[in-house]
């Protein structure tokens, strides 16, 4: 089975740090384009940043600098490490692949984390 | 960036009604041009990409349309389980950007 779990989210305070992780199961994340996207409370999907199979990634502006995307091939895991976190950076935090769709949609999700920023 | 505009931001609708939402890019994507369907609580699910190709599983009451920077997402005859929020995302460019979503809700 195609699965996607995310883990590592929680309560951190301002300026701190935090590392998700998202692990893969059914298929490789290395060969993947693999992407983070957010939900704040009450509001709507906002993209964080993607790394494509070739090791190229991209970041929303409104983390570049701050969060890291990478990922461990021997762990079959993609992370996120958000540091110098912030009140806005609270959200529900999603991996998603694109899989067997293209044109870099994303058709396998994970659960999500919950990160909540917070002092 | 590019933006993605998504109408109505709500909508109420009957069992059996045709429904249509509408997502417009601030510049032409061709047809890179992706539906999600999220209920509470839940992952989003992949709809529709490419504008129009149906993900697989996904039921053929849902269709969609468009290309450069209008699309169209229609559901045929709505059903009890399409109760949700929509939400379109334009995956031609980073950074990529989601619509603001669309909340069909009973009547």
């Known amino acids: 089975e195609v699965q996607l779990v995310e883990s590592g989210g929680g309560l951190i305070q301002p300026g701190g740090s935090l590392r998700l992780s998202c692990a893969a199961s059914?298929?490789?994340?290395?060969?993947?384009?693999m992407n983070w996207v957010r939900q704040a409370p009450g509001k709507g999907l906002d993209w964080v940043s993607l790394i494509y199979s070739g090791g190229s990634t991209y970041y929303a502006d409104s983390v570049k600098g701050r969060f890291t995307i990478s990922r461990d091939n021997s762990k079959n895991t993609l992370y996120l490490q958000m540091n110098s976190l912030r009140a806005e950076d609270t959200a529900v935090y999603y991996c998603?692949?694109?899989?067997?769709?293209?044109?870099?949609?994303?058709?396998?999700w994970g659960q999500g984390t919950t990160v909540t920023v917070s002092s | 960036d590019i933006q993605m505009t998504q109408s109505p931001s709500s909508l109420s609708a009957s069992v059996g009604d045709r429904v249509t939402i509408t997502c417009r890019a601030s510049q032409s994507i061709s047809n890179y041009l992706n539906w999600y369907q999220q209920k509470p609580g839940k992952a989003p699910k992949l709809l529709i990409y490419?504008?129009?190709t149906l993900q697989s599983g996904v039921p053929s009451r849902f269709s969609g349309s468009g290309s450069g920077t209008d699309f169209t997402l229609t559901i045929s005859s709505l059903q009890p389980e399409d109760f949700a929020t929509y939400y379109c995302?334009?995956?031609?460019?980073?950074?990529?950007?989601f619509g603001g979503g669309t909340k069909v809700e009973i009547k």
């Open positions: 998603a692949a694109q899989y067997r769709s293209s044109m870099y949609s994303l058709d396998v």
């Open positions: 995302q334009q995956s031609y460019s980073s950074p990529l950007t």
């Open positions: 059914g298929f490789t994340v290395s060969s993947n384009y």
């Open positions: 490419a504008a129009s």
